[in-house]
């Protein structure tokens, strides 16, 4: 059982131990914070990986992306093909005023088009200049670090072993070939 007022006293200990030690006082212009690795500033853009799906757009609780498309028809590719549509990016852009960087659109983008970037200073004087369009966000893209490797004892992607194993099979098969031969 505690004695009464014990955990006041308890209290009362961490404050005067921090008040004796002296403080730590960050000079952040001048100094640069050592952030984390993979830490969350601002999202950047890998133009070429975005098929306009609108995913991101569609679950963003925020409703602060902005893209526009339109459709390009794409000639065959053989002789009597058949012609092909794709949409073609217009308009990407992302109003930072409105996000709360919760990376819903990072995470449901299918082909990797959207990746956090540790940049952090890129504040405006004027609340309208925090809509970055593509040509913005793409320069963030440079910035974002490379993905941490791989875990050497972690098991091998499933797709990856199934095409190993055709690849073997396949080289198997003609070494047999060869034999016979």
Same mark, same amino acid.
């Given at each position: 059982?505690?004695? /009464?007022?014990?955990?006041?006293?308890?209290? @009362?200990?961490?404050?005067?131990?921090?008040?004796?030690?002296?403080?730590?006082?960050?000079?952040?212009? *001048?100094?640069?914070?050592?952030?984390? /690795?993979?830490?969350?500033?601002?999202?950047?853009?890998?133009?070429?990986?975005?098929?306009?799906?609108?995913?991101?757009?569609?679950?963003?609780? *925020?409703?602060?992306?902005?893209?526009?498309?339109?459709?390009?028809?794409?000639?065959?590719?053989? /002789?009597?093909?058949?012609?092909?549509?794709?949409?073609?990016?217009?308009?990407?852009?992302?109003?930072?005023?409105?996000?709360?960087?919760?990376?819903?659109?990072?995470?449901?983008?299918?082909?990797?088009?959207?990746?956090?970037?540790?940049?952090?200073?890129?504040?405006?004087?004027?609340?309208?200049? @925090?809509?970055?369009?593509?040509?913005?966000?793409?320069?963030?893209?440079?910035?974002?670090?490379?993905?941490?490797?791989?875990?050497?004892?972690?098991?091998? /992607?499933?797709?990856?072993?199934?095409?190993?194993?055709?690849?073997?099979?396949?080289?198997?098969?003609?070494?047999?070939?060869?034999?016979?031969?």
């Amino acid at each position: 059982m505690a004695l /009464p007022g014990s955990g006041l006293a308890k209290g @009362l200990a961490v404050t005067l131990r921090t008040m004796t030690r002296r403080s730590v006082t960050a000079h952040y212009p *001048d100094a640069q914070p050592e952030l984390p /690795p993979r830490s969350r500033g601002v999202i950047g853009l890998f133009e070429e990986n975005c098929t306009v799906c609108m995913l991101c757009a569609r679950e963003c609780p *925020d409703w602060c992306i902005y893209i526009d498309s339109h459709k390009e028809t794409v000639p065959p590719a053989t /002789p009597g093909g058949r012609e092909r549509s794709r949409n073609v990016l217009d308009r990407f852009a992302i109003d930072f005023a409105l996000c709360m960087y919760c990376g819903i659109c990072v995470e449901v983008c299918p082909f990797d088009a959207l990746f956090w970037s540790p940049e952090f200073e890129y504040a405006e004087t004027d609340i309208r200049e @925090l809509t970055h369009e593509r040509d913005r966000l793409r320069e963030w893209m440079w910035t974002v670090p490379a993905p941490p490797p791989l875990d050497p004892a972690a098991e091998e /992607p499933k797709e990856i072993a199934a095409a190993r194993k055709a690849a073997e099979k396949r080289q198997r098969e003609a070494g047999q070939r060869e034999g016979d031969a």
